[in-house]
C-alpha cells in the first residue's frame, strides 16, 4: 500500500529516508525552514555527499513522488504519517538538546488544532533522541488537542555514513516502538517492501526503542577504543594490532567490523549519542562506566597520535604537514567531530602549516578553518615541500598512491599513518619512516 509521508526535516536521516521511501512508491513532502536547501533539493541537488543519493533523488524528483517545501502545514494536512527527523545536538553538559523536536510537535499540533483535522496520523521520531523523548512528544498532543486522533512512534535510524542509501533500502531489522497495534501493522506495512529477504521488524515498547538506538551506538564506539586502547599496548610490547584484528575479528562472536586501529571515531552519531547516553544514565544514578571509559579513550587517540608527530620532530615550528583526509571517514563529506580537525588544530597550535586535500570534504573544512591552512584540488599537489605526510581518512584512492610521486615531493620521506592503510614491510622496502597505529614505527 501506498501511503503519505511527510518528513519534517531534510538532514542526512531526513532527506534519505524520505527519498527511500518515495522511491518505493510512496508520495513524500520533505519540510524544511533551509529556503535555499529546499530550492536546491527542488532542482535535484543534494546538500550532502551520499554515494547513490544523487541519481535517487533525481529520478523520483521526476515521477513526481517526492516533493519539497517550507510549507509544515501543507505537510501536515496531507501526510498519513509524519517523521520528524530533526537535529538533537549536545547541550554543554552533553544531553541531547530536544528543542527542535518540541517545537516542531507544538507546531503540528496548533496545525491540527486550527484547521480541525481528524484524520489519524502517525507521528514518529526518527531522530536520535533520550529515553522518554515520546512521552515527551505525547504529551504536547495531549495538552493541545482534545480530541487527540493520532499516535506517537519511536522508529530510530541505522544509517551509516557512506551506505545509507544501502542501509535503508536493505536495513539489518528495523526497529518500531509503540504500544498501539494500529500503529504498529500500519508502520510495519509501510517497510515491508524493504525486508523482502526475511530481515525483521522488530516491534517493542517506545522507551526500549529509544534506548536501542544509543545502546548500538555506544556498543560499537566501545568495539572502537577497545582496538584502540590495545594498540598502545601493542606498541610498546612490538605485537601488530592489524594481525590481532584479524585473529580475534574471525571469532563470529565478536565479528570484523569496527575493529580497525585508528586515530578516533567522529561523525554527527557516535561523540554525540555516547555523551547524551551517559548523560541520560547518570541521572538515573546509574554509571556506565564502559560506555565512559570508551568515550575516554577516544578523546586520547588523537592526543597520542599527534605526540608520535611530535616527539618525531621535537619542534613543529616552520613545519609544513601534507594531510590527506578531512571527514571523519571515507564516503561521506561530514566533517562533524572529525579526528583530522582535532589534528589539524593541534598542528596549527604548535606553529606548522598544513596542506590538506579530501575528495568531497574540503568546502566543509573551509568554512572552519577558512584561510589558516592550504586546500589542494589533488591528492599529490600538497605534497609539494611538506616535511612528512599525514593520513586522517581512509578514502579509498589513497590506499594504492604512486609512492614515487610522494617520494619525490616531500622534504623528507616521512607518512604518519592514522588509518594504517599500508603494511610495515612495504614501506620499508619503499623506503619510508612510516609512523602508524598498534604497530612498530618502521
Known amino acids: 500500500m501506498s501511503y503519505k509521508i511527510g518528513v519534517i526535516g531534510t538532514g542526512y536521516v531526513g532527506l534519505v529516508s524520505g527519498v527511500c521511501f518515495a522511491d518505493v512508491g510512496n508520495n513524500v513532502v520533505c519540510v524544511d525552514i533551509d529556503l535555499q536547501k529546499i530550492n536546491k533539493l527542488k532542482n535535484g541537488i543534494p546538500p550532502i555527499y551520499e554515494p547513490g543519493l544523487e541519481n535517487l533523488l533525481e529520478q523520483n524528483i521526476k515521477d513526481g513522488r517526492i516533493h519539497f517545501t517550507n510549507d509544515l502545514e501543507f505537510a501536515v494536512k496531507n501526510s498519513e504519517i509524519i517523521f520528524l527527523c530533526l537535529p538533537t545536538p549536545p547541550s554543554e553538559d552533553g544531553s541531547a538538546d530536544l528543542h527542535h523536536v518540541t517545537k516542531v510537535a507544538e507546531d503540528i499540533a496548533n496545525i491540527i488544532s486550527t484547521n480541525k483535522i481528524n484524520d489519524f496520523k502517525i507521528i514518529v521520531n526518527k531522530s536520535t533522541v533520550p529515553v522518554g523523548t515520546s512521552k515527551i512528544v505525547d504529551d504536547i498532543f495531549n495538552d493541545k488537542l482534545s480530541n487527540k486522533n493520532l499516535v506517537v512512534v519511536s522508529n ?12 535503508a533500502m536493505k536495513p539489518e531489522r528495523i526497529v518500531i516502538g509503540t504500544s498501539n497495534n494500529k500503529a504498529a501493522e500500519i508502520m510495519s506495512d509501510l517497510y515491508k517492501p524493504f525486508v523482502r529477504s526475511g530481515n525483521p521488524i522488530i516491534i517493542m515498547d517506545e522507551k526500549s526503542a529509544e534506548i536501542t538506538k544509543y545502546a548500538a551506538n555506544a556498543f560499537l564506539a566501545v568495539k572502537i577504543s577497545f582496538i584502540n586502547d590495545l594498540s598502545e599496548y601493542c606498541e610498546r610490547v612490538g605485537a601488530d594490532i592489524e594481525n590481532i584484528r584479524i ?24 561523540p554525540k549519542d555516547v555523551k547524551a547516553l551517559i548523560h541520560s544514565s547518570d541521572a538515573e544514578n546509574v554509571s556506565l562506566e564502559i560506555v565512559k571509559a570508551a568515550q575516554s579513550v577516544n578523546y586520547n587517540q588523537i592526543n597520542r597520535f599527534f605526540k608520535k608527530i611530535k616527539m618525531h620532530f621535537n619542534d613543529l615550528s616552520g613545519l609544513k604537514f601534507a594531510l590527506w583526509g578531512l571527514s571523519f ?44 591552512i592550504n586546500y589542494s584540488s589533488n591528492m599529490y599537489d600538497c605534497l609539494d615541500n611538506a616535511d612528512a605526510l599525514i593520513v586522517a581518512t581512509e578514502w579509498n584512492l589513497f590506499r594504492n598512491p604512486d609512492f614515487k610521486i610522494i617520494k619525490d615531493n616531500l622534504k623528507n620521506h616521512i607518512i604518519f599513518d592514522g588509518r594504517n592503510l599500508w603494511s610495515n614491510a612495504e614501506m620499508k622496502s619503499l623506503g619510508f619512516t612510516y609512523i602508524s597505529i598498534g604497530r612498530a614505527s618502521v
Not at 565479528?255 to 580497525?260: C, M, P, V
Not at 606553529?351 to 577558512?370: M, Q, V
Open 247 to 270: 585473529g580475534i575479528g574471525s571469532d563470529t562472536r565478536i565479528g570484523k567490523r569496527f575493529l580497525f586501529a585508528g586515530i578516533g571515531y567522529g561523525g554527527s552519531c557516535f
Open 156 to 167: 530510530p535510524e541505522f544509517l551509516r555514513e557512506g551506505f545509507a542509501i544501502e542501509d
Open 329 to 372: 571517514k571515507p564516503n561521506t563529506d561530514d566533517t562533524r567531530e572529525a579526528p583530522a580537525f582535532k589534528l589539524i588544530e593541534l598542528l596549527l597550535e604548535h606553529g606548522a602549516s598544513i596542506s590538506t586535500y579530501d575528495p568531497e570534504a574540503i568546502e566543509n573544512a573551509r568554512l572552519i578553518f577558512g584561510e589558516k
